[in-house]
């Protein structure tokens, strides 16, 4: 499944949790595009057709939160977690992203 982003973020499917965890390095690729991406191929479609990640959560903000901090400017760790498209999606500020699958009701939920 890792040649299937572009830009790049591994992912690989635990089926002990049922979840997916995918990596990413947000020096290339933004948390936001990194979720919409993940999320768009997990889903069959294109990353144009699901709704706007906006609708469920800041990007901007997701993106300030979630990037990769250096040493000189590490403000500590963060996690968020939000539901997009059918999908509870955790993101961690060191490029881990989890995504489970909640259903096919699940996909208009905020």
Do not use: W
């Not at 479609?45 to 939160?65: Q, R």
């Amino acid at each position: 499944m890792d040649d299937a982003f572009d830009p790049p973020v591994s992912v690989q499917y635990d089926p002990e949790t049922e979840t997916y965890r995918g990596r990413f390095d947000s020096n290339v690729v933004t948390p936001s595009t990194a979720v919409s991406r993940v999320v768009a191929s997990l889903s069959g479609e294109d990353v144009t057709d699901l709704p706007p990640l906006y609708d469920f959560i800041d990007p901007d903000a997701l993106d300030t939160l979630c990037t990769k901090r250096t040493r000189s400017h590490r403000k500590g760790d963060c996690a968020v977690e939000f539901t997009y498209h059918g999908h509870r999606v955790r993101l961690e500020s060191y490029g881990i992203l989890k995504i489970e699958h909640l259903g096919s009701d699940a996909h208009n939920t905020k």
